[in-house]
C-alpha cells in the first residue's frame, strides 16, 4: 500500500523510516534530530506514522515482551513496536492489517534479512492471539497508559481528579491553531480567507484561528507574507497578559506597557511570543536564547513577519554577561521544561524525559527567576510560564520564588491562568481561551515587583 502524504513511496519504505526513528528514540534522541535524517520525500509519512508508534509504544512493547520475550537486535525490535502499534485495536491504524504485516516483512528484509521471518511470526502470532493480548497488558500500567510509570503516578499525585484524562488526552492528535498578525487583520477576517481556499475554520477572540483538519503552512494564505502565524490558543495568551491588553474573558486591564517600553523576552526560541509582543505594540524587545541556532529562528520569524528585535545569544541565568544596566518595563520567561503538556504534539517526549529530570528543570527555572528579578525595575511586572502541567515548574516555583522574594507579588488583575490542560474544559478557568478546543497544558503566572 502506498502513503496517502506521497504515493510514490511503498509502504515498506515508510515503516524502515519510521523504525529508524523509533529505534533512535528508544536511544535517547530526539524525534526531530531523527526525523531530519530522514529523506525529504519520506518525511511526511515517517513523522504520521512515528507519531502513531511513540502514542502506543508503551503497549506495543508490552504485546512484545509477551509474544518474543528476548528481545530481537534493535532495529528488528524497532520494526516489530511500529508494526505492532499500527495493528493495535482502537488506535486507527491507517493500513488493513495483512498489508501491513506484508510490508512489515518486506521491511524486515531490507532491514535485517535473518530477522524477516521472525517479524512475520510474531506479527501473525500477534493478529491472532491479539485480543487475548490486549487484555493481557492492560494490567501493566505502562501498556495501559502509553507512558512511563513514573510520569502517571506524577499526574496522579498532581491531578487526581484529572490524571486519566490527562494521559488519554496526550494519545490524541491536537488541534491546528493559528494566530493571526494583528497588524495585519482579524480571525474573523482570515477565517472568510481560508473558506475562500477550501480550508474550513473558526474564529475565536480577536486573532485565534482553530482549523478543522490540519494543513501544511504552505496551504494558508498569506503565511510567507507574515500574515499569520502557527500558535497553539494557551501559548497565545502569553503576550497580551504582560502588554496589558484585555484579558480573555474581555475584561480590560488596569495596566499597560507604555509605547517603547524596555522588554526582555528570555529563552525566546524559536520566537513565537517575541513576534506576538511586537505584533501587539510598539516595543524594545531584547530576545534572548542560549543557544544560537536556536537564536536564528528567532530571526527567522521576525523576518517573515516584518517585525524587529534585537537578538542575543546568552544564558538569561547570568545577566553579567550581557544586561547593560538599564532595568527593564517587563520580562517574559518561558523557562525551560519537562514539555509534559504538549506530548501530544511531541510524543516522544515522555519516553526521554526521567523522573529526575524534573527536579533539575525545577532547580533550573528557580535560578532563572532569581537571576532574572533584579534586571526587573519596580513596578514592572514579569510573566513566568512553561508549557508543563506538574505542579513543580508551575504552581510550586511560584511558591518557592515568592517566599524567597519580599518584593514580588501576584498580579489579580488581568487573572492569569495559572495551570491550563489538555482538556476542554478549561473554558471555566479564569483566564484560559474562550472555546472548548482544548489548548495545550501550560502555565502562566503574572508578578510585579514592588
Known amino acids: 500500500m502506498k502513503s496517502s502524504s506521497n504515493p510514490s513511496l511503498p509502504l515498506a519504505r515508510l515503516l524502515a523510516h519510521t523504525a529508524d526513528a523509533v529505534q533512535a528514540v528508544r536511544a535517547g534522541q530526539s524525534l526531530n534530530d531523527a526525523l531530519a535524517r530522514c529523506p525529504s520525500e519520506a518525511r511526511p509519512g515517517t513523522q504520521a506514522l512515528s507519531f502513531h508508534a511513540l502514542r502506543w509504544l508503551g503497549s506495543a512493547h508490552a504485546a512484545r515482551e509477551r509474544l518474543a520475550p528476548k528481545a530481537p537486535p534493535p532495529p528488528v525490535d524497532a520494526l516489530l513496536l511500529t508494526a505492532i502499534s499500527l495493528l493495535w485495536p482502537g488506535a486507527e491504524a491507517p493500513y488493513p492489517a495483512h498489508t501491513l504485516v506484508d510490508q512489515a516483512v518486506t521491511a524486515a528484509r531490507q532491514r535485517h534479512k535473518a530477522g524477516a521471518s521472525f517479524v512475520n511470526a510474531v506479527l501473525r502470532r500477534f493478529l491472532r492471539e491479539r485480543d487475548a493480548i ?29 490524571w486519566q484524562a490527562l494521559l488519554a488526552a496526550d494519545n490524541l492528535r491536537p488541534p491546528m491553531t493559528l494566530r493571526v498578525n494583528a497588524r495585519r487583520s482579524t480571525a474573523a477576517a482570515y477565517v472568510q480567507r481560508l473558506a475562500g481556499h477550501g480550508i474550513a475554520a473558526q474564529a475565536f477572540g480577536a486573532q ?10 504552505t496551504r494558508l494564505p ?46 525566546a526560541a524559536p520566537g513565537g511570543k517575541t513576534a506576538h509582543l511586537l505584533e501587539l505594540a510598539e516595543l524594545d524587545v531584547l530576545a534572548l536564547d542560549s543557544d544560537p541556532e536556536r537564536l536564528k529562528r528567532v530571526g527567522e520569524t521576525l523576518q517573515r513577519l516584518s517585525l524587529h528585535a534585537r537578538t542575543v545569544a546568552a544564558d538569561a541565568a547570568r545577566p553579567d554577561t550581557w544586561w547593560d544596566g538599564r532595568p527593564f518595563d517587563a520580562i517574559l520567561l518561558d523557562a525551560p521544561c519537562s514539555a509534559s503538556g504538549i506530548v501530544r504534539r511531541h510524543p516522544d517526549v515522555r519516553w526521554l524525559r526521567r ?19 533584579p534586571t526587573l525595575k519596580p513596578g514592572g511586572r514579569l510573566l513566568y ?66
Do not use: Y
Open 208 to 217: 485565534t484561528v482553530v482549523l478543522a483538519v490540519p494543513c501544511p503552512v
Open 222 to 267: 498569506g503565511f510567507t507574507e507574515g500574515d499569520v502565524s502557527v500558535q497553539d490558543a494557551a501559548a497565545q495568551l502569553a503576550a497580551p497578559l504582560l502588554i496589558g491588553e484585555a484579558s480573555p474573558a474581555g475584561a480590560q486591564a488596569d495596566w499597560r506597557l507604555p509605547p517603547g517600553a524596555h522588554v526582555l523576552d528570555a529563552c
Open 355 to 373: 523522573s529526575t529530570d524534573i527536579a533539575a528543570l525545577a532547580k533550573t527555572q528557580a535560578r532563572l527567576l532569581d537571576a532574572l528579578w
Open 134 to 162: 490486549v487484555a493481557a497488558v492492560q494490567h501493566d500500567p505502562v501498556a495501559a497508559h502509553n507512558h512511563p510509570a513514573w510520569w502517571s503516578e506524577r499526574l496522579r499525585a498532581d491531578w487526581p481528579d484529572d
Open 385 to 450: 510560564c512553561t508549557c508543563s502541567v506538574f505542579k513543580a515548574e508551575g504552581q510550586a516555583q511560584i511558591d518557592a520564588f515568592l517566599q524567597r522574594q519580599a518584593q514580588a507579588g501576584l498580579v489579580r488583575h488581568p487573572p492569569a491562568p495559572g495551570h491550563l490542560l489538555p482538556l476542554p474544559d478549561n473554558g471555566t478557568m479564569a483566564g484560559a481561551p474562550p472555546f472548548g478546543a482544548s489548548p495545550d497544558g501550560f502555565f502562566l503566572c503574572l508578578l510585579q515587583k514592588t
